[in-house]
């Protein structure tokens, strides 16, 4: 039988005294082996009962009793699409720092989701991982609580959205990367030049067309809306939008797109129409992956230190994981221009 004081929560919000497993069974009215299987994150529960109890611990926090459960010596890799060579090059980020420490890499994929869903959320409170690294995509306020409440840290790796105050991130500099590829083609000459953007709700896209807008405002050229098009940084994307950009009456002589596979869409629509990269119509990329030295020409491209921002989010994760404060909850890594063959003075001139 328990006292009045270990089983009464607190009055009022202010107090906000975390509830043990037998205080969250007693406030719920259900027994500590359900509260149990909601706090680790087992399925087999009605989820008008879960919905009560992550409530009262959203409301009064969860305070463990006796020595925590051990965390597994694996990091959880959450991609809202795992595609191509970008994946790639945050996979092997990570594994460089998880391998020194003797963990193992999980990698899911939300299948083009921004958000996990409940099922995701549910096998990581089972698993425990020492912390999990979300890369572009987003949690709910109810996940970002549900990881906090099981001391499960949490790090994001480009994130989709401007990070919540409270969350680690790392990134690079979206907008000096837009701001070197535009100036890099104003300084060949170049005028009349198309920007094909990511998604216009993702953070990194809206701070590289905020930089190429920099970029030519400074030089005085007017930016021209026909030349802005708005992609998914998807190599149809790219195709697709310089297909309507060339047959424009004033075409661009340039275009910055705005990742490598874009470009690469670039240069199949520049080849069809029977014309030559960069003869007639330069091109930039952006993340400088591995297959941009390859393209024919190789792509002048931004670089982005992919493996660098996933082992930084890594670090940061162990680190949190020991129950360190981190100096700084935000870290943006520098980018850097690229010049390769893809661009030259415009025809024109």
Same mark, same amino acid.
């Given at each position: 039988?328990?006292?009045?004081?270990?089983?009464?929560?607190?009055?009022?919000?202010?107090?906000?005294?975390?509830?043990?497993?037998?205080?969250?069974?007693?406030?719920?009215?259900?027994?500590?082996?359900?509260?149990?299987?909601?706090?680790?994150?087992?399925?087999?529960?009605?989820?008008?009962?879960?919905?009560?109890?992550?409530?009262?611990?959203?409301?009064?926090?969860?305070?463990?009793?006796?020595?925590?459960?051990?965390?597994?010596?694996?990091?959880?890799?959450?991609?809202?699409?795992?595609?191509?060579?970008?994946?790639?090059?945050?996979?092997?980020?990570?594994?460089?720092?998880?391998?020194?420490?003797?963990?193992?890499?999980?990698?899911?994929? @939300? +299948?083009? $989701? =921004?958000?996990?869903?409940?099922?995701?959320? &549910?096998? !990581? #409170?089972?698993? *425990?991982?020492?912390?999990?690294?979300?890369?572009?995509?987003?949690?709910?306020?109810?996940?970002?609580?549900?990881?906090?409440?099981?001391?499960?840290?949490?790090?994001?790796?480009?994130?989709?959205?401007?990070?919540?105050?409270?969350?680690?991130?790392?990134?690079?500099?979206?907008?000096?990367?837009?701001?070197?590829?535009?100036?890099?083609?104003?300084? @060949? +000459?170049? $005028? =009349?030049?198309?920007?094909?953007?990511?998604? &216009?709700? !993702? #953070?990194?896209? *809206?701070?590289?067309?905020?930089?190429?807008?920099?970029?030519?405002?400074?030089?005085?050229?007017?930016?021209?809306?026909?030349?802005?098009?708005?992609?998914?940084?998807?190599?149809?994307?790219?195709?697709?939008?310089?297909?309507?950009?060339?047959?424009?009456?004033?075409?661009?002589?340039?275009?910055?797109?705005?990742?490598?596979?874009?470009?690469?869409?670039?240069?199949?629509?520049?080849?069809?129409?029977?014309?030559?990269?960069?003869?007639? #119509?330069?091109?930039?990329?952006?993340?400088?992956?591995?297959?941009?030295?390859?393209?024919?020409?190789?792509?002048?491209?931004?670089?982005?230190?992919?493996?660098?921002?996933?082992?930084?989010?890594?670090?940061?994760?162990?680190?949190?994981?020991?129950?360190?404060?981190?100096?700084?909850?935000?870290?943006?890594?520098?980018?850097?221009?690229?010049?390769?063959?893809?661009?030259?003075?415009?025809?024109?001139?």
């Amino acid at each position: 039988m328990t006292s009045a004081d270990e089983s009464a929560a607190p009055d009022t919000d202010q107090e906000r005294i975390p509830l043990t497993i037998a205080q969250l069974a007693d406030h719920a009215g259900v027994s500590i082996a359900t509260v149990s299987k909601v706090v680790n994150g087992r399925d087999n529960v009605a989820p008008e009962t879960r919905n009560l109890v992550e409530d009262l611990i959203r409301r009064y926090g969860y305070r463990r009793q006796k020595r925590p459960v051990k965390a597994a010596p694996l990091v959880d890799v959450v991609f809202h699409e795992l595609r191509g060579l970008y994946g790639i090059e945050i996979i092997n980020g990570v594994e460089a720092v998880a391998r020194r420490h003797h963990l193992r890499v999980v990698v899911s994929e @939300l +299948g083009g $989701r =921004r958000t996990p869903g409940r099922g995701w959320v &549910e096998d !990581v #409170l089972t698993t *425990r991982p020492t912390g999990v690294i979300s890369v572009f995509a987003e949690l709910t306020a109810d996940q970002h609580q549900q990881f906090r409440s099981r001391d499960i840290p949490l790090v994001f790796v480009d994130p989709a959205d401007d990070p919540r105050p409270d969350s680690a991130s790392v990134g690079s500099n979206n907008w000096s990367g837009g701001l070197a590829a535009a100036r890099h083609l104003l300084g @060949l +000459g170049h $005028r =009349r030049i198309a920007v094909i953007t990511g998604p &216009e709700h !993702v #953070l990194s896209a *809206r701070a590289r067309l905020d930089g190429y807008r920099t970029a030519l405002d400074l030089a005085g050229v007017p930016v021209d809306p026909a030349l802005v098009r708005i992609g998914d940084y998807q190599i149809a994307d790219g195709r697709h939008h310089t297909r309507e950009l060339l047959r424009l009456s004033d075409p661009p002589t340039a275009i910055v797109a705005g990742n490598d596979g874009e470009a690469l869409g670039v240069y199949q629509a520049v080849a069809e129409a029977g014309l030559r990269v960069p003869d007639d #119509l330069s091109v930039v990329g952006y993340d400088d992956l591995p297959m941009a030295e390859w393209c024919i020409p190789p792509l002048t491209t931004v670089r982005q230190p992919l493996r660098e921002m996933a082992s930084s989010a890594t670090e940061m994760l162990l680190a949190l994981a020991r129950g360190e404060s981190l100096p700084q909850r935000r870290i943006e890594l520098a980018t850097e221009l690229i010049v390769r063959g893809s661009t030259a003075p415009p025809y024109r001139a």
